[in-house]
T-cell receptor, first 114, second 113 residues
Framework: DQQVKQNSPSLSVQEGRISILNCDYT??????FLWYKKYPAEGPTFLIS?????DKNEDGRFTVFLNKSAKHLSLHIVPSQPGDSAVYFC?????????????FGTGTRLTIIP | DSGVTQTPKHLITATGQRVTLRCSPR?????VYWYQQSLDQGLQFLIQ???????AKGNILERFSAQQFPDLHSELNLSSLELGDSALYFC????????????FGDGTRLSIL
């Protein structure tokens, strides 16, 4: 049972444009959502997170949006840069239910075209 | 650099053997998590320790065990290894307080021959 889904295995975006990565979840007990970036031969790097009491969180070029009614979150990267080319994972946990384990999506490979 | 250190980076061994993977969390982090990433699967949670005590368990096999020591480093022990145990094993740590992100090490790649 895939509780966190990233339906796009890959995405290509022109340098300087906006990259939008999407993630859907099915477990209504999830209350903390995170995005990680992963380069080959490295561990996932934390990018940005959002708790369920918010619907938007920004950090520099990265913004995460959360739509609880649709059980959907998205990551916006503006402007996209060549160094953003990587695999992006969304993850979720149920902090307020005492469950800190992360449930990951299968990832989206983002390629930024110079 | 996430501040989480995992050793060794690579491990090659044979079926039936036992190995130990080591993780040093970020300075000050009390929680340590272990995840497995197999070729055909995403990152799967194995187990969590908090300040030396087991806090949560995922689908961890009985052949696998872990512990967290007083200096907060953690070890994941894998025994009676099978070909299907070949995977990347990641350790993560997080601070105390609400909504703390987990920070990951670069993993140990385990290859069973």
């Amino acid at each position: 049972d895939q509780q966190v889904k990233q339906n796009s295995p890959s995405l290509s975006v022109q340098e300087g444009r906006i990259s939008i990565l999407n993630c859907d979840y099915t477990n209504s007990m999830f209350d903390y959502f995170l995005w990680y970036k992963k380069y080959p031969a490295e561990g996932p790097t934390f990018l940005i997170s959002i708790s369920s009491i918010k619907d938007k969180n920004e950090d520099g070029r990265f913004t995460v949006f959360l739509n609880k009614s649709a059980k959907h979150l998205s990551l916006h990267i503006v402007p996209s840069q060549p160094g953003d080319s990587a695999v992006y994972f969304c993850a979720a946990s149920s902090i307020n239910f005492g469950n800190e384990k992360l449930t990951f999506g299968t990832g989206t490979r983002l390629t930024i075209i110079p | 650099d996430s501040g989480v250190t995992q050793t060794p980076k690579h491990l090659i061994t044979a079926t039936g053997q036992r190995v130990t993977l080591r993780c040093s969390p970020r300075s000050g982090d009390l929680s340590v998590y272990w995840y497995q990433q197999s070729l055909d699967q995403g990152l799967q949670f194995l187990i969590q320790y908090y300040n030396g005590e087991e806090r949560a368990k995922g689908n961890i096999l009985e052949r696998f065990s872990a512990q967290q020591f007083p200096d907060l480093h953690s070890e994941l022990n894998l025994s009676s290894l099978e070909l299907g145990d070949s995977a990347l094993y990641f350790c993560a740590s997080s601070g105390t307080g609400e909504y703390q992100p987990q920070h990951f090490g670069d993993g140990t790649r385990l290859s069973i021959l």
